[in-house]
């Protein structure tokens, strides 16, 4: 197995073939992601040093020179303009899947054939043997966005190496000599292995379509700009919405060029945005995942107990409602939103821990707001918008610098007209630094964005052994009612690849999203590949799969916490016949 040292040494030998870095790669370009609905001649009301980027005939991305624009702000640019940073959702399960039973089904023998895997994460390491067979790799192609480089093989930044390449670094002393890629924390190859791993009898492991074959992109960090802007930690390992839209369009060309049909695996989240699926990643995902032959699994996420959301009540008569947030020793930022229905005027106080109150103003709207304190050390920057031009709600986007530890109290109230409801959401662990949440928290409306887009299939987590949810497990619905998660997968405890080349047990919905992306590989293959259905789509394997859902006495479905139940494939295919 290659070693971290390994990766260093294969990176010295390609120095000599690297590229200049493309604006996408380079720390002195910002990205904004915009709508342009075709119009290529929209071109022209950038500045003629920024570069447009196309994801589809819809969304595309400007990379503007930091040094001329201005640093972002929510005021100063649309708020989904902006891109939003993501991270992993994770902290014998095939049997409860009914995977095995259609591995080993004497007609079906469903095992992923003909189909492939994409899987956007850490990248992978290529030179595991649960990623090969008797061909060689399984790999069609790895996108590595890390790499220094204006692109090849279509892809707009990097390095991509096909399947040859992989073969002959598998033949080599040194690989990385030939494919200088590598995942450095394991997390993508937990989650391919877990998708579409080799069958290992003598291990006792298998994915869930071990014949499918794999297209993997390696995302590259998030930009500095943003990871400032956003207030993240330093050790936090975040990935930016743009990039992440553009792994997807490049899975779904390669796909096309090999003719294959394709089972995308997102096991990455944000609680940015109004969890409505209107992020530019939830709407883009959820029309890819319409398209026929393709489908676009998606992790719930882990925050059910991670006392990140707030849900707030204010009624008539101009009553008040309190969040009260600690927040932990030695924190040195963070951002918080609050989304609540556009027809309030939100009047909001921030007490801080030694009794100063201070208001956010409500007319000052095209500029940051800043809320300065005399007896902490504390700045807080707010912007207020009544309406957001996306969802159509009110958000106040604040951003803590150098909070006081203690509790802080954030005060909400209504202009008296009606009774209104609101939304905070801190970032997702891993985002934020330890000690800070709620007091009185919501475990409900936790679903992590995309899986808040409508189209995709959004995977819960649950311990196949006793069936019982994953303790952490994000729980549904979205604010407007959409079942979400759709059902639960196998999470908890499951057997994957490891770096070392050995095997362990890993826990958190990125899983379970690798299980059920395996799965729709499973069904592509016997829809189209078998000609059942030529035309199935992600909404096809979706509904067969929530149709096909075992579900428990005493409980109504869907529900905010396993959807439609615990899905089995078995028991799809029972319902077919």
């Not at 609540?340 to 921030?350: A, D, L, R």
């Not at 299939?457 to 549904?476: I, V």
């Not at 059902?487 to 299980?515: D, H, K, T």
Request: aromatic share 10%; hydrophobic share 35%; with cysteine.
């Amino acid at each position: 197995m290659l070693s971290p040292e390994d990766y260093e040494t294969g990176c010295l030998m390609a120095q000599e073939d690297e590229e200049r870095l493309s604006p996408a790669q380079d720390e002195g370009y910002q990205s904004f992601i915009v709508k342009y609905n075709q119009n290529v001649y929209g071109q022209e009301e950038y500045a003629s040093d920024s570069t447009f980027q196309v994801i589809d005939d819809y969304f595309a991305i400007v990379y503007t020179p930091l040094e001329k624009g201005r640093e972002p702000e929510i005021t100063s640019y649309s708020y989904n303009s902006i891109p939003k940073c993501y991270t992993y959702m994770d902290v014998e399960a095939l049997n409860a899947s009914g995977v095995t039973r259609l591995h080993e089904h004497p007609y079906l023998k469903l095992r992923g054939r003909g189909t492939a895997v994409a899987v956007i994460d850490s990248g992978i390491d290529y030179t595991n043997p649960v990623f090969q067979d008797e061909n060689g790799s399984k790999i069609l192609c790895l996108w590595d966005q890390t790499i220094p480089g204006e692109g090849n093989e279509g892809a707009p930044f990097g390095r991509v190496f096909t399947k040859r390449e992989i073969d002959k670094a598998l033949g080599e002393e040194e690989p990385l000599s030939i494919v200088p890629s590598m995942d450095t924390n394991g997390h993508g190859t937990m989650v391919a292995g877990a998708a579409a791993g080799s069958m290992r009898e003598q291990e006792d492991f298998s994915g869930a379509a071990p014949e499918a074959s794999l297209i993997i992109i390696k995302l590259k960090p998030a930009k500095r700009y943003l990871r400032e802007f956003y207030l993240l930690p330093a050790n936090a390992e975040a990935f930016q919405e743009d990039d992440l839209m553009l792994a997807v369009s490049f899975a779904m060309e390669q796909a096309k060029k090999y003719r294959m049909p394709l089972s995308i695996c997102i096991g990455l989240g944000t609680s940015q945005g109004a969890h409505l699926g209107y992020s530019p990643l939830s709407q883009f995902a959820g029309s890819a995942a319409s398209f026929s032959q393709n489908s676009i699994s998606v992790a719930a996420g882990n925050e059910g107990m991670a006392r990140h959301h707030f849900d707030g009540n204010i009624g008539e008569g101009g009553e008040e409602e309190t969040a009260e947030l600690r927040i932990g020793e030695d924190t040195d930022g963070f951002t918080m939103e609050l989304w609540g229905e556009p027809s309030e005027n939100y009047q909001i106080t921030i007490q801080s821990p030694t009794g100063e109150n201070l208001e956010v103003s409500t007319a000052v709207r095209s500029t940051t707001q800043e809320l300065s304190f005399v007896f902490v050390e504390t700045k807080i920057l707010v912007n207020y918008i009544a309406i957001e031009r996306q969802s159509g709600n009110s958000l106040v986007f604040f951003r803590f610098l150098h909070p006081a530890a203690g509790l802080w109290r954030i005060k909400v109230r209504g202009d008296g007209r009606e009774r209104a409801r609101f939304h905070i959401w801190l970032p997702v662990t891993g985002l934020i630094p330890e000690g800070t949440y709620f007091l009185q928290s919501s475990p409900y409306y936790t679903v992590t964005s995309p899986g808040d887009s409508i189209e995709c299939m959004t995977s819960t987590a649950y311990q196949y052994r006793d069936n019982s949810l994953f303790l952490e497990a994000s729980r549904g619905f979205t604010p407007i009612g959409s079942v979400k998660p759709n059902f639960a997968a196998p999470g908890v405890g499951i057997r994957v690849p490891l770096l070392s080349g050995g095997f362990g047990e890993a826990s958190g919905s990125s899983l379970a999203a690798a299980q059920t992306a395996g799965i729709a590989a499973l069904m592509f293959e016997w829809a189209v590949i078998r000609g059942n259905e030529p035309f199935f789509s992600g909404n096809s394997v979706k509904n067969y799969l929530q149709r096909g859902a075992r579900r428990d006495e005493g409980l109504s479905y869907p529900n905010p916490e396993w959807g439609y139940g615990r899905v089995n494939l078995y028991h799809t295919f029972e319902l077919l016949t």
